[in-house]
């Protein structure tokens, strides 16, 4: 069955560091996609990637998608406060609608002022 | 053990009917909430419960209404379904609302209205 495991489970930077998060399956991915968990407003939706070897970028977050389509990396630089949350990253493995879509087991990140 | 479990996993009905998808988990977590995911894989919230009382309500058509019965239950009851309303929609818990709490997610329910 298809698995994504997230690392690190927690983080906690001083403001203005650099941090990278990983979500890595074991099986080939159609798409990967990065959310974050903000109170009051449940996941909010970052980037979606789908192409081995992408790279997408959103103010300071940078969210990368190996050759393999196995392995992801989000990337924070400078971070800030802002930035603190829950970071999920979520996959599928078909095209298709109906099959099923798997969560990563989340990273807390803790940005200290 | 499934943590949070979803019934029905597929659902294909026909336009105007009413429908219901249940969620439970044995987690003991206070907080659970309702997503829908659309086509492209955007989640977005409808509904979060805590301990039974309705703490987040997105702009939901009315024919959605959620029900918690007890803290590990929050089914969603959907009348006059419209074609719209096919989605995969998701239910999650956490031990507290959500900001530091981890969500752990269900399969997901298909929702296919005809």
């Known amino acids: 069955s298809q698995e994504l495991e997230q690392s690190p489970q927690s983080l906690i930077v001083q403001e203005g560091k650099n941090l990278t998060i990983n979500c890595t399956s074991s099986?080939?991915?159609?798409?990967l996609y990065w959310y974050k968990q903000k109170y009051g407003e449940g996941l909010i939706f970052l980037m979606m990637?789908?192409?081995?070897?992408e790279e997408k970028s959103h103010e300071k977050i940078t969210a990368k998608l190996d050759e393999k389509k196995q392995q992801s990396s989000l990337h924070i630089t400078a971070s800030q406060p802002s930035h603190a949350g829950i970071y999920l990253c979520?996959?599928?493995?078909?095209?298709?609608?109906?099959?099923?879509?798997?969560f990563g087991t989340g990273t807390s990140l803790t940005v200290i002022p | 053990d499934t943590a949070v479990s979803q019934t029905p996993k597929y659902l294909v009905t026909q336009m105007g009917n009413d429908k219901s998808i249940k969620c439970e988990q044995n987690?003991?977590?206070?907080?659970m909430y309702w997503y829908k995911q659309d086509s492209k894989k955007f989640l977005k919230i409808m509904f979060s419960?805590?301990?039974?009382?309705?703490?987040i309500n997105e702009t939901v058509p009315n024919r959605f209404s959620p029900k918690s019965p007890d803290k590990a239950h929050l089914n969603l009851h959907i009348n006059s379904l419209e074609l719209g309303d096919s989605a995969v929609y998701f239910c999650?818990?956490?031990?507290?609302?959500?900001?530091?709490?981890?969500?752990?997610f269900g399969p997901g329910t298909r929702l296919l209205v005809l």
């Open positions: 099986k080939t991915l159609y798409g």
């Open positions: 990637l789908q192409k081995g070897g």
């Open positions: 419960y805590n301990n039974k009382e309705l703490i």
């Open positions: 999650a818990s956490s031990l507290l609302p959500a900001g530091g709490e981890t969500q752990y």
């Open positions: 979520g996959a599928d493995d078909t095209p298709n609608t109906g099959n099923q879509f798997y």
């Open positions: 987690l003991g977590h206070d907080t």
